[in-house]
């Protein structure tokens, strides 16, 4: 099965779901279509909540896409690659509708980023998370400021740090990242659908007020994430990144 975005609208709530085999992880195109489709069932007046969550079985998302990484020759390519996760995390940030994330796997890098942009994220036991950067000569700079802003700082350096362990979806609960934890996939689906059905009967004025105000500190994220992409696309070029892109 080829890569895929969907949007599925049931009553009023909107269903976002990507799929790359075999990881889901995030090429350039994916991201655009992701935030093409997040961008139009933001506008829907007839959609009032977004569910965004990915297709397959025990991985969310595997975060940036190796392949195209291993291919950025210059500094504006590394930048432009990068710059797709600002777009993203930003795209979720300004969306005005409330946007739940549904992990039911692992996530890793740039997908915890992701999840920790939502609105409200429930999650399986199985969506243990990572920071994987560090360890392949990146770092976490584009997704740093979304992931603090939901764990804080000290968890985010702890997870930062230990690039390649994997924390549990308990611990990413406590520390925040996740509002709730279920023992299967069937549950959380069936507990996402609930909450977002239950949000969709609410005033949509009243919720894209709150959506402001969840969000009212962040006011500079547009330059903030540029000057992020900036530092990862130049160290995406190290000898160290590269060794590790080429060997992997």
Not at 102 to 127: F, L, P, R
Not at 168 to 182: C, H, I, P, T
Not at 215 to 233: F, K, T, V
């Amino acid at each position: 099965m080829s890569a895929y975005v969907k949007l599925k609208i049931i009553q009023k709530v909107a269903y976002v779901e990507f799929f790359n085999p075999p990881h889901n992880s995030l090429t350039p195109d994916l991201i655009d279509k992701l935030i093409k489709t997040i961008i139009k069932a933001g506008v829907d007046k007839n959609i009032h909540i977004i569910v965004l969550k990915s297709g397959g079985d025990r991985v969310f998302c595997a975060g940036a896409s190796f392949n195209h990484m291993v291919d950025i020759k210059t500094k504006n390519q590394g930048k432009n690659f990068f710059m797709g996760f600002a777009d993203l995390i930003n795209t979720l940030r300004t969306c005005p509708k409330i946007i739940i994330g549904s992990v039911h796997g692992k996530a890793i890098g740039g997908a915890v980023g992701i999840a920790a942009a939502t609105d409200i994220c429930y999650a399986s036991e199985y969506a243990s998370i990572k920071l994987s950067e560090i360890s392949i000569g990146i770092g976490p700079f584009v997704i740093e400021p979304a992931i603090r802003r939901k764990i804080g700082l000290s968890a985010f350096t702890h997870l930062a740090l230990k690039s390649q362990t994997f924390f549990s979806a308990k611990w990413a609960r406590e520390k925040g990242l996740f509002a709730e934890v279920f023992e299967s996939n069937n549950d959380l689906n069936s507990e996402v659908q609930i909450l977002a059905n239950e949000l969709s009967d609410y005033n949509p004025e009243a919720l894209s007020a709150l959506k402001k105000i969840l969000w009212q500190d962040i006011n500079n994220w547009d330059e903030l994430l540029m000057d992020r992409a900036s530092i990862s696309g130049d160290l995406v070029l190290s000898s160290f990144a590269k060794s590790f892109l080429n060997n992997y």
